[in-house]
């Protein structure tokens, strides 16, 4: 029985961290190339196809966040997971590389080369544990999308689309989110925590006022902080994904209340 490899590719200056990555994984595992420029990488995507992107944030005229937007905008490579990779441990670096869509943020230093690998290894095991349950999965095929970012809002709609929802209706606040589900037929609604004219918190607890909306999951996703997540699961939100999350975190979650949604109609 044969494995198929997975692809890596590395978009940085220094080919170390390709040799590295090949002493530790292996080459029966992977198949690991470097690019030095984010040019060079937005042409080696599209022909190479990765299952892993490895990008340093100072990659040349296109920076490493830039970089990573750009692929998360692309349909065909949005659920494809990007680990941003720099020297940088300051909590504005965690905030942006979060708001582009970066699926995991690994500090340059000794431990580097071991926290990829954990990544990759985690990335690995579920992937084959969502092949074994594809057939529980497809329930969930409309979901309204409420966020007042434009930009964040293509990066999670094409990552749903990435795992197979059919239609996304988006919003930009929750009193445009409310009007939307009622316009629509809606299995689950995805909102983001801060917005204008009503934030989300505050849409959820009218929404879960109507009866007719009682097991309709609803997630939350928010880079705040424990306390206030918490608050807002006594609120009504069936459960929450912290920012920066990647495509397989979406479709477990997707999977999970698919699953609920099995449980309810029998």
């Known amino acids: 029985m044969t494995t198929d490899k997975k692809k890596i590719l590395i978009i940085d200056e220094s080919p170390l961290y390709e040799h590295g990555l090949n002493s530790m994984l292996g080459s029966k595992l992977c198949e690991i ?3 030095k420029s984010a040019d060079l990488a937005l042409l080696k995507i599209i022909r190479w196809n990765p299952d892993l992107i490895i990008t340093s944030i100072e990659v040349g005229n296109i920076s490493g966040f830039d970089l990573c937007l750009i692929i998360k905008m ?5 659920g494809v997971p990007i680990i941003l990779f720099t020297s940088s441990d300051e909590k504005c670096v965690h905030k942006k590389a979060a708001d582009v869509g970066a699926d995991y943020y690994v500090r340059k230093d000794t431990k580097a080369l071991g926290a990829i690998k954990k990544i990759f290894d985690a990335l690995s095991h579920e992937k084959s544990s969502e092949f074994q349950q594809d057939h529980e999965k497809r329930q969930i095929q409309n979901v309204l999308l409420v966020d007042d970012s434009s930009t964040m809002r293509k990066i999670i709609k094409n990552i749903l689309t ?7 209706v ?5 009193k445009d989110g409310m009007e939307k589900l009622a316009a629509n037929e809606i299995d689950m609604i995805i909102s983001d925590w801060s917005m204008p004219v009503m934030n989300g918190v505050e849409m959820i607890k009218r929404i879960r006022r109507d009866q007719k909306y009682n097991n ?4 939350m996703v928010s880079a705040e902080v424990q306390e206030e997540i918490e ?4 609120l009504g939100i069936s459960d929450y994904l912290r920012k920066p999350f990647n495509a397989l975190d979406m479709k477990q979650l997707v999977a999970k209340f698919s699953m609920n949604l099995n449980i309810s109609a029998n």
């Open 162 to 168: 990435s795992i197979g929802i059919a239609n996304v």
């Open 216 to 219: 309709l999951p609803i997630v």
């Open 74 to 78: 692309m349909p065909d490579f949005a």
């Open 170 to 174: 988006e919003a930009e606040n929750g």
């Open 33 to 35: 190339e470097t690019v």
């Open 231 to 234: 608050k807002a699961m006594n």
